[in-house]
């Protein structure tokens, strides 16, 4: 069937179902990944009413991806398996409905190349895109974004990728302003690692013409873990699991996933012991890190009627029936959002643009200080990788000069065998000093231009130095 005969076939649905799940399918490293996954696609396909638009995180293989997609087939017809980076991005997005057009935005910001145990740098994080057609007018599109941004793996006071996840907020969020500039229905979903009181959140919500759809319908709800400052300068009594599910929706970090038990109960599960924790417990380390964002049309034009949010929930609850284990370390969080049609409704196609909108000075000057505090610590990690680089050049060269005067054998082997592995480890530092940190700082630079733009437009003073100050060729 042609994309004009298909159009014709569509009606604009009068709600859409929206799932977003971390399934935690890291291989070799995620315990027990394909059977969950396997259960992961069960419970979306069994799912009433159905999932419409779908949203993965740490799907990392083709195989669980593909796995979940012949369980959901005849629900999901459409979708789309993201590939970036050297390992995957493990992003996927599923559809009831054809998507029209999709592509993969990779962060300028995403950890570092030495963090090779965390892995953030190599799966290349970033932004998967899809436009989605789900109705016969030109409008009738919703863009979706699912998303995954850098983890924190540090206590907030000593956070080194805080900056990154800030950008990543601000390069998403100019996505997601974009698509509704456009005219299009814009749902951005996945695991943002931040939590409601972050700067990164404040940028999405203000900056991507967007709205948390959790808080919509609970606009009180707690703005970080229970145990955590944000959350305790308010004054609010210890959360159950059950009020954290029902009204914080907390998928992260609860005592009902059994991931983040200690590991003397996770191996009475592998035994196949049981055990059972009442929603009645106390969770305070729940919070809130996975998100669906719903944007509407802003245009000056009259809408034909716009979307509103209508439910919310944490979903995927339910532990597997055999290894009694949760499905995933996060829960799913699940939104329907509704069709409200105008009482003055009529299509128009004309330009529009969206009225703008800013942080507070103080919250822009929050992040400027972040990105100059974290930009003056890669300067100075980078004069020492290049220092280790030239110095290990310089005792590589020494090491071959006293090879000439050895009186030993042995004595010249230990020589060549010290300067290689000194050299090949200057090398790899040099390289990463000269060119990955080179391309991190230049990255930086764009990122706080933009912000001090955004201070300058939202009424504060044009501090900026002069721009011969500013630009360094290496």
């Not at 789900?134 to 699912?146: L, N, S, T």
């Not at 009529?346 to 929050?366: G, H, T, V």
């Not at 006293?402 to 200057?426: C, D, E, H, K, Q």
Request: net charge neutral.
């Amino acid at each position: 069937m042609s994309s004009s005969a298909l159009d014709r076939t569509l009606a604009r649905p009068s709600s859409i179902h929206v799932l977003s799940l971390n399934c935690w399918g890291l291989k070799f490293i995620s315990t027990h990944h394909q059977v969950r996954l396997t259960a992961i696609g069960a419970e979306i396909a069994s799912q009433q009413p159905p999932f419409e638009i779908v949203g993965l995180q740490e799907c990392w293989t083709q195989k669980d991806y593909l796995s979940i997609r012949r369980q959901t087939k005849h629900l999901l017809p459409y979708g789309k398996f993201y590939h970036s980076g050297p390992f995957g991005g493990g992003l996927a997005i599923l559809s009831r409905w054809p998507i029209e057009e999709s592509s993969m935005f990779r962060y300028p910001l995403n950890g570092r190349p030495t963090a090779f145990y965390r892995g953030d740098w190599y799966v290349g994080k970033g932004v998967a895109c899809a436009k989605i057609r789900i109705g016969p007018a030109q409008r009738d599109v919703a863009e979706v974004f699912c998303t995954h941004f850098h983890s924190t793996y540090e206590p907030a006071h000593r956070d080194s990728y805080l900056c990154h996840r800030t950008s990543q907020a601000w390069e998403i969020s100019k996505l997601m302003s974009g698509a509704t500039q456009r005219g299009h229905l814009v749902i951005g979903l996945g695991d943002f690692n931040m939590i409601p009181s972050s700067l990164g959140y404040d940028i999405i919500t203000t900056h991507g013409h967007v709205e948390d759809a959790w808080r919509v319908l609970h606009p009180d709800s707690a703005i970080s873990a229970a145990v955590d400052p944000p959350e305790q300068s308010r004054n609010r009594p210890m959360p159950t699991a059950a009020f954290n599910l029902a009204e914080n929706g907390t998928a992260s970090d609860s005592v009902l996933i059994t991931w983040r038990w200690e590991k003397s109960l996770q191996k009475k599960l592998d035994r196949g012991e049981d055990t059972f924790v009442s929603k009645d417990t106390p969770d305070p380390r729940g919070k809130r890190l996975d998100y669906i964002f719903v944007g509407n049309d802003e245009g000056e034009h009259p809408p034909s009627g716009w979307w509103t949010v209508r439910e919310a929930r944490v979903g995927m609850t339910k532990r597997h029936p055999t290894l009694l284990c949760s499905l995933s370390d996060h829960f799913s969080v699940e939104a329907i959002i509704a069709w409200t049609p105008s009482p003055h409704a009529q299509e128009q196609e004309a330009p529009k643009s969206l009225s703008p909108r800013y942080l507070s000075i103080d919250k822009y000057d929050a992040i400027i200080n972040t990105i100059e505090s974290y930009t003056a610590r890669e300067h100075h990690q980078r004069r020492l990788r290049l220092g280790h680089f030239l110095l290990q050049f310089l005792i590589a060269a020494g090491c071959l000069v006293a090879i000439w005067f050895s009186p030993r054998n042995f004595v010249s082997f230990l020589l060549m065998l010290l300067s290689t592995l000194g050299l090949s480890a200057g090398v790899v530092d040099g390289l990463i000093g000269g060119f990955f940190m080179g391309t991190e700082l230049r990255a930086l630079k764009e990122f706080e231009w933009e912000m001090r733009t955004l201070r300058v437009a939202a009424g504060g003073v044009d501090d900026w130095p002069d721009e011969d100050q500013c630009v360094q060729d290496f």
